[in-house]
T-cell receptor
């Protein structure tokens, strides 16, 4: 079974802090994704990556950056956390450029910015 | 804007079939339709996907309208463990999933 592991289930940080959310997958997937999930808004794509050192902006990239130094690891960075970034963050991975391949998700990190 | 629309919530009795509808009127002819579900405190879980023909797997069935502008996820015999939020989505030409807001399925014992 595909395993996508997010480093923390719950995280509490302060406004202005630099926050790192880590995601690791064990299926050698080229594609990796970061979403945020808010009540009533569903899943919104922040950034995605099709390969190592490659990144593409999703629908809501403002205030975020990403890093993909190794194929199995995709990090989401909040450069200066703000309260409106309090949310559930979900990481996913999939095989490359095939629209018949499902995305596999981690269990999420619930981030609170105080 | 490309999107999917689903009812906010649905209720069903345990051990009865459940039909979860989704409209995706902006879908193109080559976009696959994907369904996921999300149990409480977990990430979304893949359920099923299809292009044109109806599809079956161990979890559910997917019925796709002939014009592909809508689809229905069918749980043949719902159990309490099927209570979740069900998301209809499709993959656009950039291989990004376009998600709906989801349907919260409530199963009554």
């Amino acid at each position: 079974d595909v395993k996508v592991t997010q480093s923390s289930r719950y995280l509490v940080k302060r406004t202005g802090e630099k926050v790192f959310l880590e995601c690791v997958q064990d299926m050698d997937h080229e594609n990796m994704f970061w979403y945020r999930q808010d009540p009533g808004l569903g899943l919104r794509l922040i950034y995605f990556s099709y390969d190592v050192k490659m990144k593409e902006k999703g629908d809501i990239p403002e205030g975020y950056s990403v890093s993909r130094e190794k194929k199995e690891r995709f990090s989401l960075i909040l450069e200066s956390a703000s309260t409106n970034q309090t949310s559930m963050y979900l990481c996913a991975s999939s095989f490359p450029r095939r629209d018949d391949q499902p995305q596999h998700f981690g269990d999420g990190t619930r981030l609170s910015i105080l | 804007d490309a999107k999917t629309t689903q009812p906010n919530s649905m209720e069903s009795n345990e051990e009865e079939p459940v039909h979860l509808p989704c409209n995706h009127s902006t879908i193109s002819g080559t976009d696959y339709i994907h369904w996921y579900r999300q149990l409480p405190s977990q990430g979304p879980e893949y359920v099923i996907h299809g292009l044109t023909s109806n599809v079956n797997n161990r979890m559910a069935s997917l019925a796709i309208a002939e014009d592909r502008k809508s689809s229905t996820l069918i749980l043949h015999r719902a159990t309490l463990r099927d209570a979740a939020v069900y998301y209809c989505s499709f993959m656009d030409s950039n291989y990004q999933l376009i998600w709906g807001a989801g349907t919260k399925l409530i199963i009554k014992p």
